[in-house]
C-alpha cells in the first residue's frame, strides 16, 4: 500500500515539474517576442526621426541657397551693363548646371536649385525652379530728322487742352491753347511776334513709308517667294522657326511666343491675344491688320515693323515695340512704349501710365487721356491737324538726343517654381 502512494506521488511530481517547464518556456517566448517588437518599435521611431531631420535639413540648405541666389541676382542691379551672360555666371555657384536653360529672345534665364538634407543614412533631395528674367525698356526715343528739336508738330491746326508740354511747339495753322502749360516755345506763322527759332522742316511721311516698303521687296525678295508654312489660325502654344519664315493669317492665344530666327511675313491679319509676343531676328512684315488685345506684356520684337493695314489696340493693352514702326492707320489704347512710328494715315489714341515713342503721321493726330494720369516721353509730328484733350492729365516731355541702346534692365524678376516630374 505504501509503495503504490510513493508511486503516485513521484507521478505527480514529474507532471508538476513538467508543467512548470512549459510555463518558464512559454514565459521565454513571451519575453523573447516583447522584446523584440519593442526593439522593432525603437527603430521604426529612429527611421521616422531621421526622416524628419533630414527633411529639416534639406529645406533650411534649400532656403538658403534660393536666398544666397537671389541676392546675387539682385545685386546684378548695380552694374551699368546686364546680360543673361552676366545672370549665368552669378547663379552658377547655386544651380545644377546641366539644368541651366538661356532664352535670349525673351532674355530669361531657366535653371533647378538643388539641396540635400542628410540624417544618420537617410538622404531627402530636395529641388526648385528658378526663372530670372531681365525686363528692358526701349532708349528714349529720338524726335526724328527734321523736327528741330520740337516736342510737338503739326503742318495744320492744333487744339491743346489741358496738356503740359516740356519743349518746344510749332504749328503751321491756328493754335487753340485752352489752360496748357507750355514749358517752351509756342511757334507759329498764325501768333503775332514771331519768333527766333527757326521753324520745322515738313516730312512727306507718305513717301518715306512708301520707300521703305519698296526697300523690303527688293531687300527682302527672296522672303515674298517663299512657300507658306502651314500653321493653324489659332497659335495655341510657343512656336519657334529657324529660318525667315511666310504665314497665313494667325490668331496668337494669351501668353504664347511665336519666335523667328530670321524674318517673318504674314500674309493677312494677326491678332494677338493678352500678353502674347512675336519675336524675330529681322524684320515683321504684315500684309493685314494689326489687332493688340489687352495685358500687360505685349511684345513686337524686331529690327524694322511694317503693317499694310490698321493697327488697333483693344482692352488697353501695354505694348513694347522694338525695331521702327511704319504702318497706315493706328488706333491706340494703353500704354505704348516704341521707338519711331510712320503712318501714311492718322493716328486716334488714349494714353495710359508711362509711354513712350516718336509719332510721324501724314495724317491727323488725336491724343485723349485715358484711364489715368500719363506722359509721354518722345514727339509728336503730324502733317495734318492735331489735338491733344490732356484734361490736365497728360504730359508731353520732349527730347532732342537720339536714343541710347538700353545697357540695364528696367527690372529683374526672380521666380521660384516647382519642379514637375514627369
Given at each position: 500500500?505504501?509503495?503504490?502512494?510513493?508511486?503516485?506521488?513521484?507521478?505527480?511530481?514529474?507532471?508538476?515539474?513538467?508543467?512548470?517547464?512549459?510555463?518558464?518556456?512559454?514565459?521565454?517566448?513571451?519575453?523573447?517576442?516583447?522584446?523584440?517588437?519593442?526593439t522593432?518599435?525603437?527603430?521604426?521611431?529612429?527611421?521616422?526621426?531621421?526622416?524628419?531631420?533630414?527633411?529639416?535639413?534639406?529645406e533650411?540648405?534649400?532656403?538658403i541657397?534660393?536666398?544666397?541666389?537671389?541676392?546675387?541676382i539682385?545685386a546684378?542691379?548695380?552694374?551699368?551693363?546686364?546680360?543673361?551672360?552676366?545672370?549665368?555666371?552669378?547663379a552658377?555657384?547655386y544651380?545644377?548646371?546641366?539644368?541651366?536653360?538661356?532664352?535670349?529672345?525673351?532674355?530669361r534665364?531657366?535653371?533647378?536649385?538643388?539641396?540635400?538634407?542628410?540624417?544618420?543614412?537617410?538622404?531627402?533631395?530636395?529641388?526648385?525652379?528658378?526663372?530670372?528674367?531681365?525686363?528692358?525698356?526701349?532708349?528714349?526715343p529720338?524726335?526724328?530728322?527734321?523736327?528741330?528739336?520740337?516736342?510737338?508738330?503739326?503742318?495744320?491746326?492744333?487744339?491743346?487742352?489741358?496738356?503740359?508740354?516740356?519743349?518746344?511747339?510749332?504749328?503751321?495753322?491756328a493754335?487753340?491753347?485752352?489752360?496748357?502749360?507750355i514749358?517752351?516755345?509756342?511757334?507759329?506763322p498764325?501768333?503775332?511776334?514771331?519768333?527766333?527759332?527757326?521753324?520745322?522742316?515738313?516730312?512727306?511721311?507718305?513717301?518715306?513709308?512708301?520707300?521703305?516698303?519698296?526697300?523690303?521687296?527688293?531687300?527682302?525678295?527672296a522672303?515674298?517667294?517663299?512657300p507658306?508654312?502651314?500653321?493653324?489660325?489659332?497659335?495655341?502654344?510657343?512656336?519657334?522657326?529657324?529660318?525667315?519664315?511666310?504665314?497665313?493669317?494667325?490668331?496668337?492665344?494669351?501668353?504664347?511666343?511665336?519666335?523667328v530666327?530670321?524674318?517673318?511675313?504674314?500674309?493677312?491679319?494677326?491678332?494677338?491675344?493678352?500678353?502674347?509676343?512675336?519675336?524675330?531676328?529681322?524684320?515683321?512684315?504684315?500684309?493685314g491688320?494689326?489687332?493688340?488685345?489687352?495685358?500687360?506684356?505685349?511684345?513686337?520684337?524686331?529690327?524694322?515693323?511694317?503693317?499694310?493695314?490698321?493697327?488697333?489696340?483693344n482692352s488697353?493693352?501695354?505694348?513694347?515695340?522694338?525695331?521702327?514702326?511704319?504702318?497706315?492707320?493706328?488706333?491706340?489704347?494703353?500704354?505704348?512704349?516704341?521707338?519711331?512710328?510712320?503712318?501714311?494715315?492718322?493716328?486716334?489714341?488714349?494714353?495710359?501710365?508711362?509711354?513712350?515713342?516718336?509719332?510721324?503721321?501724314?495724317?491727323?493726330?488725336?491724343?485723349?487721356?485715358?484711364?489715368s494720369?500719363?506722359?509721354l516721353?518722345?514727339?509728336?509730328?503730324?502733317?495734318?491737324?492735331?489735338?491733344?484733350?490732356?484734361?490736365d492729365?497728360?504730359?508731353?516731355?520732349?527730347?532732342?538726343?537720339?536714343p541710347?541702346p538700353?545697357?540695364?534692365?528696367?527690372?529683374?524678376?526672380?521666380?521660384?517654381?516647382?519642379?514637375?516630374i514627369?
Open positions: 500500500m505504501n509503495g503504490r502512494r510513493q508511486a503516485a506521488f513521484r507521478q505527480e511530481q514529474g507532471y508538476a515539474l513538467i508543467s512548470v517547464l512549459l510555463l518558464v518556456a512559454l514565459l521565454l517566448v513571451i519575453g523573447t517576442l516583447v522584446m523584440q517588437s519593442v522593432n518599435s525603437q527603430g521604426m521611431v529612429n527611421i521616422s526621426e531621421d526622416i524628419v531631420s533630414a527633411q529639416a535639413d534639406g533650411t540648405k534649400l532656403l541657397k534660393l536666398s544666397e541666389l537671389r541676392t546675387a539682385m546684378l542691379k548695380n552694374k551699368d551693363k546686364v546680360t543673361l551672360d552676366d545672370v549665368k555666371a552669378a552658377t555657384p544651380v545644377e548646371s546641366g539644368t541651366v536653360t538661356l532664352d535670349k529672345a525673351n532674355q534665364y531657366v535653371a533647378i536649385v538643388k539641396a540635400d538634407g542628410v540624417s544618420d543614412k537617410i538622404t531627402q533631395t530636395f529641388r526648385r525652379k528658378v526663372e530670372i528674367t531681365l525686363s528692358f525698356t526701349p532708349g528714349d529720338s524726335p526724328g530728322t527734321g523736327t528741330g528739336g520740337y516736342a510737338v508738330v503739326s503742318f495744320g491746326a492744333m487744339a491743346l487742352n489741358g496738356t503740359t508740354i516740356n519743349g518746344n511747339v510749332y504749328s503751321a495753322g493754335v487753340a491753347n485752352n489752360q496748357s502749360k514749358n517752351g516755345v509756342l511757334v507759329s498764325t501768333l503775332p511776334g514771331g519768333s527766333s527759332l527757326t521753324p520745322p522742316s515738313r516730312l512727306e511721311i507718305t513717301s518715306i513709308v512708301n520707300q521703305i516698303d519698296k526697300e523690303l521687296k527688293t531687300t527682302k525678295s522672303l515674298f517667294s517663299t507658306v508654312t502651314p500653321l493653324d489660325f489659332e497659335v495655341k502654344a510657343n512656336t519657334k522657326y529657324t529660318k525667315s519664315t511666310v504665314l497665313n493669317s494667325i490668331k496668337l492665344m494669351s501668353n504664347v511666343t511665336l519666335t530666327e530670321g524674318d517673318l511675313w504674314v500674309n493677312g491679319e494677326v491678332t494677338m491675344e493678352a500678353n502674347s509676343s512675336i519675336v524675330t531676328s529681322g524684320i515683321i512684315y504684315i500684309s491688320n494689326l489687332i493688340i488685345s489687352g495685358g500687360t506684356s505685349s511684345k513686337l520684337q524686331a529690327n524694322l515693323i511694317k503693317v499694310n493695314g490698321t493697327t488697333n489696340f488697353d493693352p501695354t505694348v513694347n515695340i522694338t525695331g521702327d514702326f511704319y504702318g497706315s492707320t493706328f488706333n491706340t489704347g494703353g500704354t505704348l512704349l516704341a521707338k519711331n512710328i510712320y503712318l501714311t494715315g492718322t493716328m486716334n489714341g488714349n494714353l495710359n501710365g508711362i509711354n513712350q515713342f516718336a509719332l510721324f503721321a501724314a495724317g491727323s493726330v488725336t491724343l485723349n487721356n485715358g484711364n494720369p500719363s506722359t516721353t518722345g514727339s509728336v509730328y503730324a502733317n495734318g491737324a492735331l489735338t491733344i484733350n490732356g484734361n492729365k497728360v504730359t508731353i516731355n520732349g527730347i532732342a538726343s537720339p541710347a538700353p545697357q540695364k534692365p528696367s527690372e529683374i524678376k526672380f521666380e521660384e517654381k516647382n519642379v514637375v514627369n
